[in-house]
């Protein structure tokens, strides 16, 4: 069996912590004891944090970045998340229709069932459609298995009913990750994806997206959008823009 990174840190924890408490008999140091009990505990909780939140950690559970899904070979992948948006996922997929480009998008159960036609659109599109849970719950890290796996299943028969096909992917909320969410996946057998690029849309001018994508730019990438934002009336139209010129630099430097 191969563990993953947070199990063999979990064990070598133990063996650290039970390292330190011999020690610290034989030493008779209860100094010792207690750094040692901090150290460990602290090496462990930087490395659960790094897990958590990094979106190049592989820490809990493997995860599909631009090298993974094309397979070391050159490519860009489009991802949207949050929606669909009434007004502005239409108008995204208009641009990628028009530029001949397939993508990604993370749909909330929420907004799929208000808008199943979009749905629908993006299916008959050939877009990728990608679980993004049923509410977006931005405390993802501190549920239960059962509220985690509800949230995800709920989404799966939305979209299934609408399209009927089962997604194959799912994009964690924020993109945090734990043990609880990998268990859950895991068990149904659902493919996580990242992110290479994150263009930090979602309170950005168009200037400051544009800034982000041409300094991070790289092939292969998944570049992460918003095509909506959950508890937010925020304008997508910068999104929208960049996205444009986003396409129109990358046919420049002949990545797609």
């Known amino acids: ?27 008779h140091s209860y100094l010792f004891l207690i750094w040692g009990v901090i150290l460990v505990f602290g090496f462990r909780t930087i490395l659960y944090m790094y897990g958590m939140f990094s979106a190049r950690s592989n820490f809990f559970f493997k995860t ?57 659109r993006m299916y008959r599109e050939n877009h990728i459609i990608a679980n993004h849970t049923y509410s977006h719950p931005c405390n993802i890290l501190f549920l239960h298995y059962k509220r985690i796996r509800d949230e995800i299943v709920r989404t799966n028969q939305i979209i299934q009913n609408i399209t009927g096909v089962e997604p194959r992917y799912f994009c964690s909320p924020i993109g945090h990750k734990n043990q609880i969410i990998g268990k859950v996946i895991k068990d149904l057998g659902l493919i996580p994806v990242m992110w290479d690029i994150r263009t930090w849309d979602t309170h950005a001018s168009y200037e400051q997206i544009m800034a982000v994508i041409k300094k991070k730019l790289k092939s292969p990438a998944i570049i992460m959008f918003h095509d909506s934002i959950i508890h937010s009336k925020n304008d997508r139209e910068p999104t929208v823009r960049a996205l444009r010129e986003t396409i129109r630099i990358l046919k420049e430097q002949k990545y797609l």
């Not at 996922?89 to 036609?117: H, R």
């Open 64 to 120: 599909v970045k631009g090298k993974e899904f094309f397979n070391n070979q050159k490519g860009i992948l489009f991802r949207f998340d949050d929606g669909p948006h009434p007004l502005y996922t239409p108008q995204i997929l208009d641009i990628l229709k028009s530029e001949g480009i397939q993508a990604l998008f993370a749909v909330t159960g929420n907004s799929a069932e208000k808008y199943p036609e979009i749905v629908q």
């Open 1 to 27: 069996m191969i563990l993953s990174k947070y199990q063999l840190v979990t064990i070598l924890s133990l063996i650290g912590l039970t390292i330190v408490i011999v020690l610290s008999f034989v030493l």
